[in-house]
């Protein structure tokens, strides 16, 4: 890092040094994110609502392409409905913040503020579901929930979190499983192609999946220190829910059956991934997909005349081809340079007197640092291109850090040196017993991630136990 | 009303004999809306949601257009905080949800569920403002808020509600009441154009004013039973909640000031303005503007050969143009005719094999139930034309009505007859003195709904107490 950047540096711990402080420093300094008076609590500011926004939007366009209806449910869930199904009730209980009065009155029943919304969603299903010709019911809501965390971080683990929540009935458990598969398809999707991170896909173990679920989906992406982050689930309930609260419809022999359901959520806690997998130690670094800015034009030397003059009419061409800002304001270039930085606006344009001469501009790449000249008549074509080269580059960045730390273990030793030495994911066979899952988060901190859908052989027995291996699964510490 | 419509009508009360069952009907019968399990919640269903969607897209598109920033504050307040300004929490404190426990334990101190979130907004600003430089502050969340109230109705008067809360921090009380007005005139402009209601435009009397502000502007609509309707409200805060919560800045001398706040906001009660301005005894009708779907596709005779697909034909044609939908379930087309009225769809497309025949289709207005064909060719000429006429047909009409439901009146005992035989809005002349306005309230069940902003001198005395008139108001009884 050249000297130039000494200013927001001095404030953003070296991530070698210390990757949570630099993580709580990129957040801060980019203006992502302040803290909330209650504990736990986030506030989350412009720069970081905007990008929050466009992932929304995203994903948003592909639910509803995907045939989904965006309802509203209410914040309020009462207790004698949490507590209607048992897996459920038992995983969310220990975290739920009660209501206990409303105005002066003490309420007959407690309220929870909702930790999810199964509950609701299962009992208007209860009594709207009737026929075979109400199925599938696919609805979708934006909406924040609340979780009492003890430790909190933000994005990562906030007490209250934005989310996405997809709630659907299905007439059978092939319909569900489809459906469970299509959305973490969806949500593979925004994340790799918007967000530019790379997932692996997989089943969640029994140990790991949602309190309720018959079994959960998984997309997990690897962070800069090696570590994995859970970016997304879809869960099938099989009629787990519909039995708890008695959903049922007639099917077309006019025969009572249960519904089949499922849930999928994606939460603000991706934008921590999008911090950890594409930050570095200048700051953010945004994938121009979801950029809310994807240019920043900086007027170099422009008390001189003209300058400014030719700065606005380059923003005006190119505002509709790109999201472009310009930032014509009296602070130094220096400063902008490393203000933009840090907020990880993808492209930099500085436009000077003597590029003014030249007809020309200076492109500044923000992920590689790299420089190029560029003809104003050129540009046009070139802006959108390169912003696809940074968004590729992102990708394969991420995919090749990914490859660097994914490693094979088959016995115990192995397992404990690779994620010493390397961290990330280790692959491993497992016997499927839940005692080996719960020795090797002991003895390692590694947990299991995911059971990929696209299985290997890589021995023939329990990386723990010895035993006959059942299946290949993928193993690291985590977020 | 001819026969066909009798399904549906049956399940809706007329308006004349009952509107508050009407409303409630209309509210259910068009899939607005349900009851959540707990009192005074509820859930929106998809054709209610997509309506609302509409509306903040626009009204979210305009905040933006006018320097705001979307943020995200939390759902929580701490007890002090929301005691910090006295007014405000005596105004808000009886209707206030509260957190006492998460998990297991009990709270150190009490939590508010946001009922508002000026003490939020305030806190943050007194520590994140510090320079003239720094303002002005330009923030606005879309959010969900919690009031406990004692009798509750759909999109009326809910526990929880959404809305948009704007809040801004000004340097100057000149800055802030042009912020308090641009954005009175944002909210007419979203309210008059988009959802075609006309509203009245004025500042509440001091009894009417938000809890804790200096004055509040607000726009006033009439609903078909003569009733008003607050639509929205722009509150200019003076500096006091920045002197209760110590927000400063330093000028451009080096002294240090007081801020000056506004804060403003749109919530899910104007989609309750929304059905009494436009409805009718066959349900919902729906501006153009605004509806998910402006023109439903009704096949007729759909089983003859080649119905089906010149309809998803035309389908497809109209898609880039229009939001058009279709029906091609096997309900008879009568049931559809009524399903759509219901549901408020400007315009309804038929076509059968006749109308294949000649190469057109009929299009029926559901503001008016005019019918008229168009040749297929002249449809995408047609169809934009007739949703324009349709939007202000819908327009002129509740501005009819309110022509018609304003009345004068200089005395009590003109102000009680016209009220009991015409309601609506009586416009008459006030002294000033709170006392003659709960009078009035006490002895006619009508509140101040605004003073104009377009003052006149209808009267030279007070219509209660016939002292000297100050200014003009305008009464209502009001939801």
């Known amino acids: 890092m050249g000297k130039k950047n000494k200013q927001f540096v001095e404030n953003v711990t070296a991530m070698e040094d210390d990757f949570a402080r630099w993580y709580t420093d990129v957040v801060k300094q980019a203006d992502l994110v302040d803290y909330g008076p209650v504990r736990g609590t986030m506030i989350i500011k412009p720069d970081g609502f905007a990008i929050w926004e466009n992932i929304r939007d995203e994903l948003d366009r592909q639910i509803k392409a995907t045939g989904h209806s965006n309802v509203s449910f209410p914040l309020f869930v009462p207790e004698r409905l949490l507590q209607k199904e048992k897996d459920h009730v038992e995983g969310f209980a220990p975290e739920v913040a009660w ?3 409303g105005g002066e009155d003490k309420l007959a029943e407690r309220i929870a503020v909702r930790p999810t919304s199964e509950a609701l969603f299962s009992d208007y299903y209860s ?8 199925l599938p019911m696919l609805y979708n809501q934006w909406a924040n929930v609340v979780r009492w965390e003890k430790t909190t971080r933000p994005f990562l683990r906030s007490s209250e979190f934005h989310w996405q929540e997809g709630h659907t009935a299905h007439a059978t458990d092939a319909d569900a499983s489809e459906e469970t598969d299509r959305m973490l398809g969806v949500y593979a999707d925004v994340v790799e192609n918007y967000l530019a991170i790379p997932v692996y896909k997989g089943r ?5 999946k949602f309190a309720g679920a018959k079994y959960t989906l998984t997309i997990e992406a690897l962070m800069h220190d090696g570590k994995a982050l859970q970016s997304a689930t879809s869960h099938h309930f099989g009629s787990g829910f519909a039995e708890a609260f008695d959903i049922t419809y007639l099917d077309e022999n006019g025969e009572s059956q249960f519904v089949h359901q499922t849930s999928w959520g994606l939460s603000t806690r991706i934008m921590g991934a999008l911090i ?18 994807q240019a920043m ?29 310009i930032d014509a304001s009296d602070k130094k270039p220096g400063w902008k340079f490393n203000e933009y930085e840090m907020k990880g606006i993808p492209v930099r344009i500085e436009m000077g007197p ?12 923000r ?3 790299e420089k190029e000249f560029v003809a104003r008549t050129d540009l046009e074509a070139r ?4 912003l696809d080269e940074i968004q590729q580059n992102l990708f394969d960045k991420a995919l090749a850090h990914r490859v660097e730390k994914t490693s094979v273990a088959t016995d115990m030793d192995e397992f404990k040196q690779t994620l010493d030495q390397k961290s990330g994911f280790i692959k491993a066979m497992w016997c499927g017993d839940m005692s080996c899952e719960e020795k090797i988060k002991e003895d390692t901190g590694a947990t299991s991630r995911l059971i990929p859908f696209e299985q290997e052989s890589i021995a023939d027995t329990c990386v723990c136990c010895g035993k006959e291996a059942k299946e290949l699964v993928y193993w690291a510490k985590a977020y």
Do not use: C
């Not at 009594?127 to 109400?134: A, F, G």
């Not at 969640?204 to 790991?208: G, S, V």
């Open 297 to 325: 034009i900086v007027p170099v030397a422009q008390h001189k005349e003209g300058v400014l003059d030719k700065a606005y009419d380059l923003r005006d061409e190119m505002k509709d081809l790109v999201r472009v800002g």
């Open 276 to 293: 950890m997998v594409h930050g570095d130690n200048r700051g953010l670094v945004v994938p121009p997909q979801i950029a809310p800015t």
């Open 99 to 101: 209501v206990t009065h």
């Open 204 to 208: 969640k173990t029994d140990k790991e």
């Open 127 to 134: 009594k709207n579901i009737h026929s075979y010709r109400d």
């Open 383 to 386: 802006l959108p291109v390169l």
């Open 354 to 365: 003597k590029d003014i001469e030249k007809d020309q501009v200076v492109l500044v790449r």
């Open 367 to 369: 992920d590689t640092g």
